[in-house]
């Protein structure tokens, strides 16, 4: 009996979680390609939002991107980047040729419908 019930609880550490189970703190489910969006204040699936960046200068055998979220009122956006947990807020900053949003060394620009991101004065990621 003791090695049946052995088995058993062996059985039940080493099987998957169940479907559903791999929600996050905001209640946002991983496994449906659902994130957080701290502007939304809900889940979101990022390949589902408007503005799509892509990788300028990648050596990867692929491509990533990277999608912005603006806030209702246009003063803030919200970058996600690929392999990264969680957002980073940008705060739009004063600016005459174009709009342009700012966090520690990353710099968001846009002139027309065009979206470029710099990091450190890089480019990095364009729409």
Same mark, same amino acid.
């Given at each position: 009996?003791?090695?049946?019930?052995?088995?058993?609880?062996?059985?039940?550490? &080493? $099987?998957?979680?169940?479907?559903?189970?791999d929600k996050d703190?905001?209640? /946002?489910k991983g496994?449906?390609?659902? +994130? =957080?969006?701290?502007?939304k204040?809900d /889940?979101?699936?990022l =390949?589902?939002?408007?503005?799509?960046?892509?990788?300028?200068?990648?050596?990867?055998?692929?491509?990533?991107?990277?999608?912005?979220?603006l $806030?209702?009122?246009?003063?803030e956006?919200e @970058?996600f @980047?690929?392999e990264?947990?969680? $957002? &980073?807020?940008?705060?739009r900053?004063?600016?005459?040729?174009?709009?342009?949003?700012?966090?520690?060394?990353? +710099? @968001? +620009?846009?002139?027309?419908?065009?979206?470029?991101?710099? @990091?450190?004065?890089? +480019?990095? =990621?364009?729409?």
């Amino acid at each position: 009996m003791a090695s049946v019930l052995f088995t058993s609880g062996a059985w039940a550490q &080493l $099987s998957p979680k169940g479907a559903g189970s791999d929600k996050d703190k905001h209640g /946002c489910k991983g496994s449906a390609g659902y +994130t =957080f969006s701290v502007l939304k204040k809900d /889940c979101v699936r990022l =390949f589902e939002e408007k503005i799509q960046l892509k990788e300028v200068d990648s050596r990867k055998s692929y491509i990533s991107n990277a999608t912005i979220i603006l $806030s209702e009122d246009g003063k803030e956006a919200e @970058l996600f @980047l690929p392999e990264s947990e969680g $957002s &980073l807020v940008l705060e739009r900053k004063a600016s005459k040729k174009a709009v342009v949003y700012k966090k520690g060394q990353y +710099t @968001l +620009t846009k002139i027309k419908n065009s979206y470029t991101l710099k @990091l450190a004065r890089k +480019t990095v =990621f364009k729409s």
